[in-house]
């Protein structure tokens, strides 16, 4: 959002962003329920447990949603396992410290999901703490397996490569049933990649990834004018060469089909970003557009 920030800063004459660090994309639903923010960026699991109130919602309901925009990254989740823990497959995690990431995270609550589906979520001990703390929990032998993750199939989130200096981790096999459950959980998608910004051999035992991915997208108010967002979804479109040059994860908007990957049809999609998708015919009818001012 920063390099997106910087992108309208330079080629727009009309709009501009202020980006704030928050506490993960769960929080962001809460921030911008409470009127605290326009627009949030957040993942596609999140979104649609709110919208149903379902899990963490089911207690805490949102009331209110924003609009949605485009797909800007997406998180390609997977499973390494700790050198001497004895983990080869998802099969060996019965009775092993596992961690699925910090509570709070998007991406925990996606893991926790599949974990659960996949019948695994009894039969391990979950480690709760920061992505911060888990490079050393690693290292003291408190962690046998930890789910950790990279954007766009370009880089390891900063902890991961934390993970990756101090400690001997190699990628842990998908069993069949943990695969399952991947393809049944709604807000997953399951992708098949080749490993990706390790500086340690990681293949000891599979040669590839099987991750459950989590695609990203924002959500912005519909109070926000339809030719506010128009803007921002040009700005994406036409420059997403500067975009990249200050984030290579951020997903290629030069193809404007690439900016709808992540819309869920049960949701509206803002009036401004509606017109800009009809306009490149891209628009899908089974979507809603919603209403703005």
Sequence with gaps: MQALARALNQHSDTLSMTV????????????????????????????SKAIAGNDRFNEQPVENI?????????????????EGSGIESTDDFAGKTVYPIQPGFGTRLLTEEVMRTAGMWEDVDIINVNTSDIPGAIEEGRVDAAAVYGSNGVELTGWAKQIDARNDVYLAEVGDNFAQAIKDVPGARYAEIEPYGWNQEVTKVTDSIVSWNLDLQCLISPDVP??????????????????????????????????????????????GFAEFYKDKGVWDDSWTAGGSE
């Design 66 to 82: 924003g609009h949605q925009t485009f797909r800007f990254n997406g998180l390609d989740i997977f499973w390494v396992a700790r």
């Design 20 to 47: 704030q660090q928050t506490q993960g994309n769960v929080a962001n639903m809460y921030q911008y329920d409470q009127g605290s923010l326009p627009a949030v960026a957040t993942d596609n699991n999140t979104i």
């Design 226 to 271: 339809a030719e506010a967002a128009r803007e921002l979804a040009r700005v994406s479109h036409e420059h997403t060469d500067t975009i990249q040059d200050a984030d290579q994860t951020y997903a290629d908007h030069s193809d404007a089909e690439n900016m709808t990957s992540a819309i869920i049809p049960e949701h509206p999609v803002h009036q």
